[in-house]
């Protein structure tokens, strides 16, 4: 193995690691501005917001290694899935680091106002996109099909939750029209928490191929798999 | 980025369309969330164990079964079978000494001319074997042309590089040589380069030149395969660049067989690849397939530069 190739390999490393990291900022923002949500704590959600910029920033540090890793090495196979792989997941890393700022921002808008009595399901939504976001981290580091296909199976339910919440809270408008605007912002909420479903479902979609060079997005008009295995 | 309208939802991925008549209750259906997620069945793949060494040529050309090859009491290649398609490029990959350019050379029984090689198994062109000591060898080689490594112009003028051949299958025309050496050249795209300099040596062009020479020499016999041993490697990237075009160029009328320890090389022009290694064909398929997905994982291996 010659000196270029093992240099390669290291880059390899790092491009993973930093996407590990950039996981590792994202989940993070999320606990926070659900805490600033469910535990009324605006400073929290104000760390949040100041936040987004280092995420924002480890974000084009890994589009520039992805570039520069295809443009050196022209990797093949498995590198290559890994690579394009990771310029396909880094924005929704992204995205949902922006969701965190979203539900930041209503966090601070709503703990100014008295608390409207109706989160009973969103802290489960909450549970539920946090997981499905650690489920995915996971299942990249791990290469893991498998793990992937489990959390994408997790987004009916974050779906199904969601419209729960929109119904309650358009039960409360109807009943109480004082509440419109907290319930519009906590619709805003529901509505972010399934997009990070939706997002952390990209990436397990993303990682399936790169594991088994299986294509399962838009199944419907795809036959998946194309090729055969023997290891 | 941090904004609350930046392209959430239905833009990004389209809601359902409320069909007409039916109306869509906005809080309970917003998105058509329900009905974009589609959890696919864990059916059993078929078995499809066998592609990796088969890709499905429904219209081979060279038909190679079970060929084996020994020089003198050393074996180079193990029992091959694989199947060229006609009018397209494959190029056969694997590291030095791992038998492709053995394999290419038994197409045009190149290899009679080393002592002591035997083999084994039969190779079939257009459904007649080439291995069949009633073979005319020159008839064989005229249907299957060959340009390698280092270009190899005869030291005469360009013109009489490219009517060699047709010359010595008994061309003596000269309004026809004429028409072969133009037609031949403008095929291996040398023509506007060259033809106010036909009558000058060959020796005095770029490698990149003589490179072409040689594919326009090989064009002038009308073959039906053109062998390519390495064609690229003594080139520049333009000259290389030049070469490959030219050679997706002349698959339209040809079936072309190249030999490439470049991978990028196999990669950008062949529609088939095969690797080789120690003399045994690991996995032969479509090209995109093999370098996006390849079934083995030796061939992973090399490809990726783990080995090799």
Known sequence: MDSSRSHFEQQLQSLSEKILRLGGLVEEAIGRSVRALVDRDSDLGRKVLAGDKDIDALELEIDDLCMELLARNQPMARDLRFITTAMKITPDLERIADHAVNISERAIELNEEPPLRVLVDMPL??????????????????????????????????DRRMEQVFRLLLSHMIEDPKTITRALRLTFVAKYFERIGDQATNICEQVIYMADARVIKHTFVRDPGDAPRDR | MISDEHDDGPPERPARRPM?????????????????RRVPSDAPEPDRHDLALDPGIDDPILEVD??????????????????IPSRRITAFIGPSGCGKSTLLRCFNRLNDLI?????????????????????????????IGMVFQKSN??????FENVAYGPRIQGVRDRRRLEDIVERSLRSAALWEEVKDRLGESALGMSGGQQQRLCI????????EVILLDEPCSALDPIA??????LMIDLKEQYTLVVVTHNMQQASRVSDYTAFLYMGRLIEYGETDRLFINPSKKQTEDYITGRFG
């Open chain 1, 125 to 158: 939504m909450a549970l539920r996109a946090q997981e499905m976001l650690r489920g995915a981290l996971d299942a990249f580091v791990r290469r893991s099909a498998d793990a992937a296909m489990s959390v994408i199976r997790m987004d009916d339910d974050l």
């Open chain 2, 66 to 83: 079970g060929l084996s090859l020994w020089y003198g009491t050393s074996q180079a290649l193990h029992d091959i079978s694989l199947r």
């Open chain 2, 20 to 36: 007409s008549g039916e109306t869509v209750n906005p809080i309970t259906d917003t998105t058509g969330a329900s009905l974009r």
């Open chain 2, 153 to 158: 112009p005869f030291p005469k003028s360009i």
């Open chain 2, 115 to 143: 002592d002591d090689v035997r083999t084994a198994g039969d190779i079939r062109f257009e459904g007649g074997s080439i291995q069949d000591p009633a073979q005319d060898v020159n008839a064989l080689r005229k249907r």
């Open chain 2, 240 to 245: 290389t660049a030049k070469i490959e075009k």
């Open chain 2, 216 to 223: 326009a020499r090989a064009i002038a016999i009308e073959p």
